[in-house]
């Protein structure tokens, strides 16, 4: 449970293991709270798997790969915690990872992640073990990949980034960001982010601006609607950003906004490449196929920051709140990976490829 | 001073001499708080230039027509208080007029009422009267034309829209806004507003809702991200806004944001309307020749809601406010004035045509 390499960068956000983990001592998942970060460094600790998928649905805990990583690490404590015969044990855990999967339905590894802990938790049982230290031992495991697949991702998607380079992001492209960043620094590229504050929960005038911060790299924020404005005036190169799920046609889904600042790309000529970690989800054909989540519109009436939250619309109105929007391949410039850069609409080779940093 | 026609639509955005005017025993403008409306209706009392000016850079009136009224009345009330020798207050009223002038940049009303309000002061002067009756009473005459020019605009755009239009409008497009959805409305059309909510100073959550919310039009609010996203799943069925300049090649500026959505627009083939109230700026040829304002971005730090304010952005951090974009002729679609509906590159027109209202 170190951080990956010694070089890691120096940003809390890129390495997952110091925002979650399970402490054996407490009997409690600890994670970061994510919608008070940085103004705040709070640690919450959740007891029961019910306090794990509320704490993932109200956002303490967000993006596809620490969600599930928190989802997984609950399931485990819930094999530690079962007071029930071992017989029954896989029942019962079949029906939490049923509530954990229900938590939030856009990124896929949520998906991956619950169901293979739960085979885990289902050998043991059937050799006669407990599934507890099984389960926290794949979870641990997939926590290292996952710091392991951010590194090779982002090492290799600091090749699309030049010296000079004003990049715009949005929301938080997370660990892999971090390391492409970090990266590029390192090689003597001197790189400006432009990050969107990303309403309503403003992840980019937080979680990013304050990783890129701890980075010592330059940043300036604007809000979502200035990223067109900015390329018209020369003052973004391209548009960099993660997805919280990738199609194996080459469609992306990630943090509603980024389709905007996609089309805005293409219209001036301007790059859009994607973050894609571990690849696309081998179960999703096309963007169609992608359940976008829909969350509770008193989201975006309020603004939430440092000293509270303040309601900024009015009453008595609707509002519409679809947390993500798909982005589909022929806007997208490459989809940058831990095996290596492709092109959107040759993503189903990521399984025929071989990891190859040289 | 009354409302221009007895079926003024039921908003209080609609009729500017219900949120502005000169009060002559106070010897004040006193002008509505758009900051703070609708949470609350509060009114201001301006009793210096100085504060007029301030009223203005500081966001308490907003949209170029009120704040160019709101400049002239300032002016106007500067007459009636100069202790001067007839003879010094032209003088002394032309460098109160530059400090009006230099209060924001970019929309082209400010640029017309105080030169011509001027000219109304000089005139008096020279025939030895005081200027402060004849300026009041043609800044007053402004925004009775100012109201006109809004119904003739709001009426010719009714017929831009459809019954069951969803319609997406970006910041406040004010009083045409108003009279084309209740034209729309007494029409038997039913149209559903679909309204982001405009960032940093939320004119979409506030203003427009509350205005749609008056006349008893449907209305839904988006963040600015959202705008692409609902149009690629059929929610948006074309964009209306206001323009804070036009130019004679048909360029429009307006707030920050309308870029993404026209470029958007455009993307998924739908129409970009512009609500051009009085038409191009003859003094304006491109859009190259329009200003950008570049405001304090400790604006875009923060977010003021109904009770309070609350830092949203990370300390030390850069940020970059343009309070405009410019949008070009070739992703407009019409541009709607007072005297009827105009292709941006045929903009020129507008000023050999008469108004037809049938």
């Keep these: ?27 409690a998942v600890i994670v970061l709270d994510r919608r008070k970060y940085p103004f705040t460094t709070e640690f919450v600790t959740l007891r029961t798997v019910e306090e794990v998928a509320q704490a993932i649905e109200n956002m303490t805990v967000q993006g596809g790969p620490p969600l599930a990583y928190v989802a997984g690490l609950g399931l485990a404590m819930a094999a530690r915690d079962l007071d029930a015969a071992p017989a029954r044990i896989g029942v019962y855990l079949e029906r939490i990872a049923r509530r954990l999967l229900a938590t939030r339905p856009t990124a896929d590894d949520l998906n991956h992640l619950i169901p293979a802990a739960l085979q885990v938790a289902q050998d043991a049982i059937r050799e006669g073990l407990d599934p507890f230290r099984p389960m926290l031992d794949f979870v641990n495991s ?16 600091a090749r699309l980034v030049n010296d000079g380079d004003q990049v715009l992001t949005h ?32 992840q980019g005038a937080r979680l990013t601006a304050a990783s890129v911060q701890e980075m010592g790299i330059d940043f300036t924020l604007i809000t979502d609607g200035m990223s067109a404005h900015l390329m018209s005036i020369g003052r973004i190169d391209k548009f960099i950003c993660a997805a919280d ?16 600042h996609a089309i805005a790309a293409h219209h001036f000529g301007k790059p859009f490449y994607v973050l894609g970690y571990d ?7 096309t963007g169609a196929d992608i359940p976008i989540e829909e969350r509770d519109p008193s989201e975006i009436f309020h603004a939430r920051g440092e000293t509270g939250t303040v309601r900024t619309a009015i009453n008595g109105i609707e509002g519409y709140y679809p947390a993500f929007d798909i982005t589909p ?30």
């Design 245 to 260: 799920r990738i199609t194996l046609d080459g469609h992306i889904t990630n943090k509603v906004g980024t389709l905007t």
């Design 171 to 202: 929301c938080i492209a997370g660990a892999a960001l971090c390391w492409m960043l970090w990266t590029a620094k390192n090689q003597g590229k001197k790189v400006h982010v432009i990050g969107c504050e990303t309403r309503p929960y403003f």
């Design 142 to 157: 997939e926590i290292q990949r996952g710091n392991e697949v951010s590194r090779l991702c982002g090492i290799h998607a």
């Design 279 to 285: 690849g696309p989800d081998p179960h999703t054909e």
């Design 1 to 27: 449970m170190t951080t990956p390499t010694p070089d890691t960068p120096p940003a809390l956000l890129a390495d997952r293991f110091k925002t979650l983990r399970y402490d054996e001592d407490e009997r």
């Design 329 to 358: 391949p022929h806007l997208i410039g490459a989809i940058c990976t831990d095996r290596g850069i492709f092109a959107p609409n040759a993503i189903r080779d990521y399984f025929t490829t071989q990891s190859s940093l040289s």
